[in-house]
Structures are given as C-alpha cells and as structure tokens.
C-alpha cells in the first residue's frame, strides 16, 4: 500500500506505528487537542489509515528483524531453553564442564514461556461459553416458535436460516 493521500493521516500513521499514543500522534499532526483522544480513536477505525498502520508496523518489524537477526525461531528457540532452565535443577557449569553454580527451578518463568511458545504455535484457542439461561434447555423446535410468535406480534416477518 502506498502512502495516504491525506499527508496528515499518513503522518498519524507513522506517529502510531512508531509507537506513539494515538491521541499524542493525532495533535502532533496539527489537529486540535480537544478531541484528539475521540477523533484519533475514530481515525483509527478507518480501513485505510487502520491498514497503513499495520502496514508500517510490519515494515518496521522486519527492518528491526534484519538488523538484529532476531526472527520467530530465534525466539522460540529462547522460549525453549528459558523452560528448561526454569524446570531445571542442572548445575552451572563453565566452558570446562566444571560445575560453578546451580539453576533453581523458575517454575512461572518455565509457565509463562510455555504459554508463550503454544500461543505461538496456536495450541490454545480463547473460548467462550454463552448461555441462554432458561432457554438453555429448550428444544430448538420450540425455540423456533417462539422466535415465529414473537415476530408476528411484532409485525415482523421471520424466517429460520
């Protein structure tokens, strides 16, 4: 995506994608303080401004991946053996083999770094139960007819997708 037409959005992107607060971004580009924390937030809800800042996050992401060589297996490489140290009991040992010190087990850092390492694999899904109350039980055919009634006395016309 190239830049925004609007110079002033497209300087709102980069401010945002930097890292600076939408609000702080959205008066340093010349707009007024007053409502700059309503308008910023409804600026960023415009797809194109939305997708420029995404855009220019990744931009940034990468350059900052080609200059430190740091890149998703990098890090779960890290992840993996911060686990380990924070489940181990292995002694220290220096270049020699020669034991200098001794791990203690870290067992929140060794949580935390597998939840990390299975977000990133996509082992764990965010789920959410929704109940219906006492209409939890009732059959659907029921529920159907219910809806259908509902509608009528409404004046509404209600068809079952």
């Not at 580009?29 to 995404?54: F, I, M, N, P, W």
């Amino acid at each position: 995506m190239a830049a925004l037409a609007n110079q002033k959005h497209e300087q709102f992107a980069q401010k945002v994608a930097a890292g600076m607060s939408a609000a702080q971004a959205y008066t340093e580009c010349g707009y007024s303080e007053k409502t700059a924390a309503q308008a910023a937030s409804r600026l960023l809800t415009d797809v194109k401004v939305a997708s420029r800042v995404a855009e220019l996050k990744e931009g940034m992401a990468s350059v900052a991946m080609a200059k430190t060589g740091i890149d998703k297996a990098w890090v779960l490489a890290k992840l993996v053996k911060v686990t380990e140290m924070g489940m181990s009991s292995e002694p220290v040992t220096d270049e020699d083999g020669n034991p200098i010190g001794e791990y203690k087990q870290n067992l929140a850092a060794a949580n935390k770094s597998l939840e990390l390492i299975g977000k990133e694999l996509g082992m764990f899904v965010d789920r959410k139960e929704i109940r219906t109350g006492p209409l939890q039980d009732v059959p659907e055919e029921q529920l159907d007819a219910i809806i259908a009634e509902a509608s009528r006395q409404a004046g509404i016309t209600y068809t079952k997708h």
